[in-house]
């Protein structure tokens, strides 16, 4: 029994210091599978739990043992308040950015959202430039109630004096299918692969096609497909837990990925929609899974400029296709520093060496590779380096703390005005704005 008890006593413990460790970082990424019903269920039991240990005589029969252990109970729900509270505050300081300044800064965020009248709010005030829609968008619901609530988004901008919402997704084909139901359900590029190349090309701008008919039908107009990186040798990587870029990617063949992601591209701008390449520089040689680890590249560049960036520069060259940049350090250009925020290879290899002037977006910056390190640093170093946007996909909640980033950066004179500016004028032509 004293055993029982014992053993009883340490997973109290145990349980009081993992319910405060996420009650005080609630705000966290990784716990957004507990907010909501999670955090009511918490802060429930880090009243029930302090409650019974006091009636059980544990803060008077234990001395300081039990009072500690009560007190350590009583860490989440102080915790829940500390982090709601910081991030509520922050929230209000974000809201309040006077207009001139939300819109110089807002126009590089695309944000992911869970509810419409938080979003409509930060589109009318122009902190954003476009939203991200997936699956959670859709869930439950017809096609014809996400119509409607895009049209409602787009109406409130116009009413505010704004340009049109950017609204982006991804809807790659195969796995990659956030949208799919209510729209259709194609195969990956990669089903492609096989086929003659007359057949690849038709076949593949086919799929751009419906994907994009269906996409605009429901005022979606960017969409982060499709995939370049090159088919990894491993069929399985262990380390890859989210990306599954051996399952996306179309092929090993630089040519035959060209071929048909060109062809894609061309389908979907023929409805409208525009595409997003990626994930530059390529996932294809990297054995870590960036959501949640760093990564990097270290294949020598021009061994990159011949293989992994090939599909790249012949499609970004023949297309009106964005680039998505990942979270991967390019070791022989910028080594540690991931490419998504990296000035060597942003402004350096993509914009001078390739000349490339068209729309550089980031992978979701609610990243791992990002996220666990200083995220100001990287929203900061890419507006710098000339991203034009920055994806905030996963936790659109994260998006206050990336502007406040942003907006702090700003008032120390840290954002190079010269570079905001070119990027500026790339996102008004890529918007056709006046």
């Keep these: 029994m004293q055993i029982g008890k014992r053993i009883g006593i340490a997973l109290l413990w145990i349980a009081g210091l993992i319910f405060a460790f996420a009650a005080i970082n609630n705000n966290d990424p990784y716990l957004v599978p507990l907010r909501g019903t999670g955090n009511l269920l918490l ?122 919402l950017v609204v982006a997704t991804d809807q790659e084909g195969g796995i990659v299918s956030h949208l799919g139901p209510p729209l259709t359900r194609l195969p990956s590029l990669a089903s492609l692969e096989q086929l003659a190349p007359a057949e690849q090309k038709a076949k593949a701008e086919e799929f751009g096609r419906i994907h994009g008919q269906e996409l605009a039908s429901l005022g979606i107009n960017l969409n982060f497909a499709p995939v370049l990186d090159l088919r990894p040798e491993a069929k399985r990587n262990r380390f890859d837990f989210n990306t599954l870029i051996s399952r996306r990617a179309i092929s090993d063949d630089p040519a035959k990925v060209s071929a048909i992601a060109g062809a894609y591209v061309r389908g979907l701008e023929s409805a409208g929609v525009s595409a997003t390449v990626k994930h530059f520089p390529g996932l294809g040689r990297v054995r870590a899974d960036t959501h949640h680890f760093n990564a990097d590249l270290d294949t020598p560049v021009a061994e990159l400029e011949a293989t992994d960036w090939r599909p790249f520069r012949d499609v970004l060259s023949t297309t009106n296709a964005r680039l998505m940049v990942g979270h991967v350090a390019v070791s022989a250009i910028d080594p540690g520093r991931p490419a998504s925020h990296s000035k060597a290879v942003i402004d350096g290899l993509i914009r001078k060496t390739w000349n490339y002037q068209g729309i550089v977006m980031t992978d979701d910056l609610v990243m791992g590779a990002i996220y666990q390190h200083d995220v100001c640093t990287a929203v900061v170093e890419a507006l710098n380096a000339g991203v034009d946007l920055l994806l905030v996909a996963y936790d659109g909640a994260q998006f206050y703390r990336m502007f406040a980033c942003a907006s702090a950066a700003s008032s120390r004179g840290a954002l190079d005005a010269a570079i905001l500016g070119d990027s500026e004028a790339r996102l008004k032509r890529s918007l056709m704005i006046d």
């Design 43 to 164: 802060v429930i039991t880090s009243i029930v739990v302090p409650v019974v240990l006091i009636r059980c005589s544990f803060w008077r029969a234990r001395g300081w043992s039990g009072k500690l252990l009560v007190a350590t109970w009583c860490l989440p729900l102080l915790g829940m308040l500390i982090s709601s509270a910081a991030f509520e505050l922050r929230k209000h300081w974000v809201l309040q950015t006077p207009p001139a300044l939300a819109r110089f800064l807002g126009q590089h965020f695309i944000v992911g959202y869970s509810s419409f009248d938080e979003v409509a709010r930060l589109a009318e005030k122009g902190l954003i430039a476009g939203i991200y829609v997936t699956r959670h968008n859709v869930g439950g619901r017809t096609a014809e109630a996400l119509k409607a609530e895009i049209a409602a988004l787009q109406d409130r901008r116009r009413m505010a004096g704004l340009p049109p």
